[in-house]
């Protein structure tokens, strides 16, 4: 199956300052990206679907000025946490559809995850 | 709108048994169903999926999953249970003639007793 990597695997950061999650497909070309946020012992929770070239499409309640995300190639997407505080630490997971949204669908290749705690 | 239910938190097998993790799904249309499964502290891996054709599909590790449509039910099994298959089993499901954006279940853990 297809490669998605996420860099950093871990970070811990104190409050106030901003962090930068990548999230790479290695083997294919990602025309869509979703980025999720997870609790413990609960479900995935998604923040944004970005599209390769264009903004983000955030859902309802998430904070677009808090958790930037930039999907500037077909390989790579970011997403940064501006101004962390506690409450967002979370595992954060990106995942990568390869194929146009229109009218086809296949499963979708996650990161490993990234751990964020906010100090 | 699409909706996806795992009924059970959490499912508790011996080794050896067969096992069982439920789904049911809500469509408008006709429905793309998935099975991932999360390991501690890392992404989903995905196990199978449903598109079109059998209803039985057969996916990784040896898990496989029945759609029943009747009961709008995508139920993953697998013959015999290993203690390494203890983790995290996420139902995922998207409408086909609607949103790109797959719906998951909440997810059930899945604890194999040697």
């Known amino acids: 199956g297809a490669v998605v990597s996420q860099h950093p695997s871990w970070v811990i950061c104190k409050s106030g300052t901003s962090v930068k999650i990548e999230c790479r497909s290695l083997?294919?070309?990602?025309?869509?990206m979703f980025w999720y946020r997870q609790f413990p012992k609960q479900s995935l929770m998604l923040m944004a679907t970005?599209?390769?070239?264009?903004?983000?499409?955030?859902e309802q309640g998430v904070e677009k000025d808090k958790f930037l995300i930039n999907h500037a190639s077909l390989t790579l997407s970011t997403l940064t946490v501006t101004s962390a505080h506690p409450e967002d630490s979370s595992f954060y997971i990106c995942?990568?559809?390869?194929?146009?949204?229109?009218?086809?669908?296949?499963?979708?290749?996650f990161g490993p995850g990234t751990r964020l705690t906010v100090l | 709108a699409q909706s996806v239910a795992q009924p059970e938190d959490q499912v508790n097998v011996a080794e050896g048994n067969p096992l069982t993790v439920k789904c049911t799904y809500s469509?408008?249309?006709?429905?793309?169903l998935f099975w991932y499964v999360q390991y501690p502290n890392r992404g989903l891996q995905f196990l199978l999926k449903?598109?079109?054709?059998?209803?039985l599909v057969k996916g990784s590790y040896g898990f496989e999953a029945e759609f029943n449509k009747s009961q709008t039910s995508f139920h993953l099994k697998k013959p015999s249970a290993l203690v390494s298959d203890s983790a995290l089993y996420f139902c995922?499901?998207?409408?086909?003639?609607?949103?790109?954006?797959?719906?998951f279940g909440r997810g059930t853990s899945l604890i194999v007793h040697p």
């Open positions: 469509v408008s249309g006709n429905p793309y």
């Open positions: 970005s599209n390769e070239g264009s903004k983000a499409t955030y």
């Open positions: 083997d294919f070309q990602a025309t869509t």
């Open positions: 995942s990568a559809s390869s194929l146009p949204t229109s009218g086809r669908t296949h499963e979708q290749f």
């Open positions: 995922a499901v998207r409408d086909r003639g609607g949103s790109y954006i797959p719906t």
């Open positions: 449903y598109i079109t054709g059998d209803n």
